[in-house]
């Protein structure tokens, strides 16, 4: 029940209401009975249709009585003696959906018989169907239901697409909140605009655009949320390509890391390994058990020496090869890494406008200081233009955004600690050590991108801010040996990933018990485990 | 323009503490008269009812005071010997939504063998379209809904093998919007509701990488409004079912502390009835079985320790899912 505010009423009042209501509900049993006997006897004539239709009209979403309405229409119009009357029969079918349309605009039922109903008679009338859809949406610019008919209408009566574009420019000028209207316009776009080099979700020139119409929108009332929405579709959404980011062989364990989750199929079609130039056979494994990893072992039975030359090859979509060389780190432990980067890339018109808007923003944010969504997009801005040259100010801002914005504290502190990696990572991808440690004064709350640190042997954790929520994410860390998660805010144990160490650093937990850890020894025998 | 956060706000009396045995005794007497008015007009929802209640008489372990053999006697009796599907009540034709529901009680109760599961399998199976998208009953409606439905259904019956489950992964992901949220199908705006089918649905398929799990999760987060409540859509009202399609989606990626817990618990608690038991959508509305549920779950989802662990995939009782050794995917990236 949606919505119905409970009334106080007398006494008097209350026993009435029930009178009327035991009447109603004695007419709807008969009616119901009669239609469940009528349908028994195969009685499919117009009886049954102003049956049903009858209590329909109260109560439309009573599935099995629109299924039966068809059962009889179908019946009628092939025994009709004439067009005209089957036009007439579900001319009248469309009045009655469209009447319970009027008392439940959100009946999931009523839709669907119209939906059939259009498209079951040979004479539908798409331009008056787009036209209701027109009307409704103007009594109800998000009902979710009219859209859905709308794209459902247009599907079937292929106006041009410019005109739907222009229909959700027309509504989100009349009221920019309108979200339903950005999400239809997102649509639109990447179907009028797609950006075939891929990258952007969007032709440039199409792109700049609507960035302009977002500040405009935007600016009506920062506080309204739907522009900017659609604005963090337009500056995120590059299509990443797959890329193979480290590579780590030791005599124990070979495994690839990724930049995103591929499938098994994928790494046996697009990989090849080779020691000293000879191909290596072996069965890839996922490291999180699912079809779909960014971090995958290799099982195979070469012996890993020291001196000898290993690389892989990684065939791209675009049939390009990506070599990655090996390097020996340690006696038998070598290790092959990537060039990353995690900044976008926009064009150069683009850019442009990104600073113009980052000016526009500052300047609003001078008036009003405190104004949530005006900081985040300023933020977001100075992330997207060079997340390295603004890093600072970047983490300034989403502390700020905390105390602003503090219902969604969490969403930040694991915003701060993703860019804080991100920030980090290229630079430990040029050094040669095997040692993780986080670089930033801000304590880490969740551990992304932890696959590309798979090859340390030593990674310490200590003194952050990590839960008991994060340990399935230690998976990643499959060649560690030495873990620090002293001085963390761990709770139990129980989520603690198969992992090879020799020791572990369980210190300063404060709410983790002994039992718990006790149990933990228990199961990890081989681990060291200092507490 | 004038522009106003839609919400609404929460009064100083409000219930503030959870009345458990207000809402066993309003979900034990529901149904009990079978000539009240609300009861009968909801007969085309029955089956899925029966769920909504046994589902939240289990999370405050007090299933006992459900009719058991009543309840599994009916759902025997709802079941279409053709089709193999299952009906929302007798007389009312067999669909997807009531199929699994059935099977949900039936699970619950651990008595799968009081259908013929082969015949759900049948009827589910049968559901699929070409690609790979799923349809409520034989007259064609298509909605991820529906998708969720036959996944949960077959995985729940270990039968997943019966149907495509790739295309019904790739079907799902094709409704995938700017947003990274979902709808009911291919063009559809992002709903709350619909984004907690289509990542359940991943979640069974353990297909969760798919996912734009940021974008996603963020839009999520910023469904939460300052009363605490979270609304399903951008703009629109908070409602307490939303506690549930919300914070399920974020459990599954692994992402709840994204929201403010103990507002989020204010905003459920004050949704409860203190005379009549049971929660509404809103505060001071009438209360119903469907946002009982919905609240219990919700608040289990948040830890609340009187309330038995609710797995958020299935929205079943943890202990069920054990049971069963099913193991959906929750999302570590």
């Known amino acids: 029940m949606h919505g119905r505010v409970k009334v106080r009423t007398s006494e008097e009042e209350k026993a009435r209401k029930e009178k009327e209501r035991q009447e109603k509900l004695k007419h709807f049993k008969y009616a119901m009975l009669k239609i469940f006997t009528k349908r028994k006897n195969i009685e499919q004539d117009q009886e049954q249709l102003d049956l049903t239709g009858k209590v329909l009209t109260s109560n439309p979403d009573i599935y099995t009585l629109w299924n039966i309405r068809r059962e009889v229409l179908t019946i009628l119009s092939k025994t009709s003696d004439s067009e005209k009357n089957v036009s007439k029969l579900y001319d009248s079918e469309l009045s009655l959906t469209e009447y319970c349309l009027k008392i439940n605009p959100k009946s999931y039922c009523s839709w669907h018989q119209r939906e059939w109903v259009l498209t079951t008679r040979s004479d539908p009338d798409w331009k008056k169907e787009l036209a209701l859809c027109d009307t409704y949406l103007k009594l109800d610019e998000r009902n979710f239901h009219t859209w859905d008919y709308r794209r459902f209408v247009v599907s079937q009566c292929k106006p041009p697409l410019q005109e739907e574009f222009d229909f959700t420019t027309e509504k989100i000028y009349d009221n920019f909140s309108n979200y339903s209207a950005w999400h239809y316009r997102s649509k639109m776009l990447l179907e009028l605009y797609p950006d075939l080099k891929g990258g952007r979700p969007i032709q440039d020139n199409h792109h700049k655009h609507e960035l302009k119409m977002v500040q405009s929108a935007a600016f009506t009332d920062p506080d309204d949320t739907s522009a900017w929405f659609y604005q963090r579709w337009l500056l995120g959404a590059v299509k990443a390509t797959v890329q193979v980011v480290a590579f780590i062989v030791t005599p124990r364990k070979t495994t690839i890391a990724w930049n995103k989750c591929v499938s098994i199929d994928y790494v046996n079609n697009n990989i090849n390994v080779y020691i000293n130039n000879n191909i290596i056979n072996g069965k890839w494994i996922p490291c999180n058990a699912h079809e779909y990893d960014d971090l995958w072992i290799l099982e195979h039975n070469e012996e890993i020496n020291n001196n000898i030359d290993i690389k892989i090859e990684h065939t791209q979509i675009d049939e390009e090869k990506e070599i990655i060389n090996c390097k020996q780190y340690e006696p038998c432990v070598y290790v092959g890494k990537s060039k990353i980067n995690f900044q976008n890339q926009y064009s150069e018109p683009v850019v442009q406008e990104l600073t113009e808007q980052l000016d526009a923003c500052r300047q609003l944010l001078v008036l009003e200081p405190d104004n949530k969504w005006t900081l985040l997009t300023t933020t977001v801005f100075l992330h997207c233009i060079n997340a390295k040259l603004y890093h600072k100010e970047v983490i300034e801002n989403l502390q700020i955004l905390k105390d602003l914005d503090s219902l969604r504290a969490g969403y930040y502190n694991d915003l701060i600690t993703k860019w804080n990696i991100e920030q980090q990572l290229p630079s430990d991808y040029q050094d040669d050590s095997l040692h993780y440690k986080s670089g930033s004064k801000e304590k880490l709350t969740s551990l992304p991108h932890f696959q590309y640190y798979s090859y340390c042997k030593t990674v310490d954790l200590s003194n952050q801010d990590l839960t008991s929520m994060t340990l399935p994410f230690l998976i990643k860390l499959q060649h560690c040996k030495e873990l620090d998660l002293s001085g963390n805010k761990l709770t139990t144990l129980k989520e603690f990933p198969n992992l090879q160490l020799e020791v572990l650093n369980l210190q300063d937990n404060s709410n983790l018990s002994s039992e718990d850890i006790e149990l933990f020894k228990e199961k990890h025998k081989t681990i060291k485990v200092i507490f | ?333």
Not at chain 2, 142 to 158: E, I, K, N, P, Q
Not at chain 2, 188 to 203: D, M, P, Q, R
Not at chain 2, 250 to 258: A, D, E, G
Not at chain 2, 302 to 322: F, H, W
Request: proline residues 4%.
């Open chain 2, 1 to 333: 323009m004038s522009f106003k956060t839609k919400d609404v706000v929460l009064s100083e009396d409000r219930p503030k503490t959870l009345l458990l045995q207000k809402h066993s005794d309003f979900l034990a007497s529901y149904g009990v008269n079978k000539d009240d008015y609300e009861y009968c007009m909801t007969e085309y929802l029955r089956m899925s009812g029966i769920y909504w209640s046994l589902t939240a008489m289990e999370l405050m372990d007090q299933s006992s005071r459900m009719p058991k053999e009543e309840i599994i006697a009916f759902i025997s009796s709802c079941q279409d010997s053709e089709s193999g599907g299952l009906s929302a009540s007798n007389g009312h034709d067999p669909h997807m939504l009531y199929t699994l529901s059935a099977v949900q009680v039936l699970a619950m109760y651990d008595r799968l063998d009081a259908i013929d599961t082969e015949g759900v399998v049948r009827f589910v199976t049968s559901m699929q379209q070409e690609d790979g998208s799923f349809i409520g009953d034989k007259w064609g409606e298509v909605d991820t809904r529906f998708s969720f439905c036959a996944v949960m259904c077959l995985s729940l019956l270990h039968r997943l093998d019966a149907i495509n489950v790739s295309k019904a992964v790739d079907f799902v992901l094709s409704c995938m919007n700017f947003d990274g949220g979902f709808g009911s199908k291919p063009g559809s705006e992002s709903h709350a509701g619909l984004i907690y089918c289509c990542v359940g649905t991943l979640s069974i398929c353990k297909r969760m990488d798919a996912l734009k799990c940021d974008e996603l999760a963020w839009w999520l987060c910023e469904r939460q409004l300052p009363s605490g409540g979270l609304n399903g859509r951008p703009e629109k009202l908070p409602d307490l079912c939303y506690s549930w399609w919300v914070m399920s989606s974020l459990s599954m990626l692994n992402r709840i502390h994204w929201v403010d817990k103990k507002n989020l618990e204010q905003y459920i608690l004050a949704c409860q009835d203190a005379e009549t038991g049971g929660f509404s959508d809103r505060p001071g509305d009438i209360t119903d079985p469907f946002h009982t549920l919905f609240g219990l779950a919700g608040l289990s989802l948040l830890g609340n320790s009187s309330i038995k662990r609710v797995n958020p995939t299935y929205c079943m009782p943890q202990e069920t899912i054990d049971r069963l050794k099913l193991e959906p995917q929750i999302l570590y990236v």
